[in-house]
């Protein structure tokens, strides 16, 4: 089931660096899909919600430590004035330590009115934010990047794909890799054959049904091959 979309899904992203935004949202399918109404980003400069002189947004960490914590305050005070705007945003920490982001969530994050974002930086984030201001918390995968602005793209990204018209074709939602817990099947196109690899001869014998089953049986090789753990996952959930 796809969301219905009869308003812009909005997404407001608090960053200290607001510019990193600008090419990534501003070209391609999120380019258009603002334009067409169907999504509405907007970013935010977290200084802007501080009040010392140096706009300054992090502080050394309680018990030792090394780096710098983001502070609680402009985090509080950024999302006060934007739940004035979106009362019943959905918000969302973007840290290492948060829960894993997946087809499922970005499924289930695609049916929400608006999301606000809170990018992580340094590091980490002051504990009191995860506990007391935002609705949860999520990772993009076990690993460590610089800060939340590419985690904040990649789930832009993911559940923006999700709203109807974005992409212009909603088989093609249905059809791409995990949707169905599983890879997607080989895809091809011109030419039939080069440097004498052929494409499957199934493809061109213009028998839907036999293209099909090929499809499904070659999605369920390819991901026992690469990602069996989703196989795992499938049969656990069932």
Known sequence: MLRDCLRALRFDIVSIFPGIFESPFGDSIIKRACEKGLLDIRIHDLRDYTLNKHRKVDDTPFG???GMVMNVEPIDRALKALKKEVPNARTILLSPS???????????LSFQESLILIC????????????????????????????GEIPAMVLVEAVSRLIPGVLGDSESITEESFSEGMLEYPQYTRPREYKGHKVPDVLVSGDPKKIREWQK???????????????EKTKRSN
């Open 217 to 231: 049986n070659e999605a369920l090789k390819k991901t026992l091959s690469i990602r069996p753990d989703l196989i």
């Open 98 to 108: 948060g829960s894993t982001f997946n087809q499922k969530k970005a499924v289930a």
């Open 120 to 147: 992580g930086r340094y590091e980490g984030v002051d504990e009191r934010v995860r506990l007391h201001f935002v609705d949860e918390e999520i990772s993009i995968g076990d690993y460590i990047l610089t800060g």
């Open 64 to 66: 030792g430590g090394v």
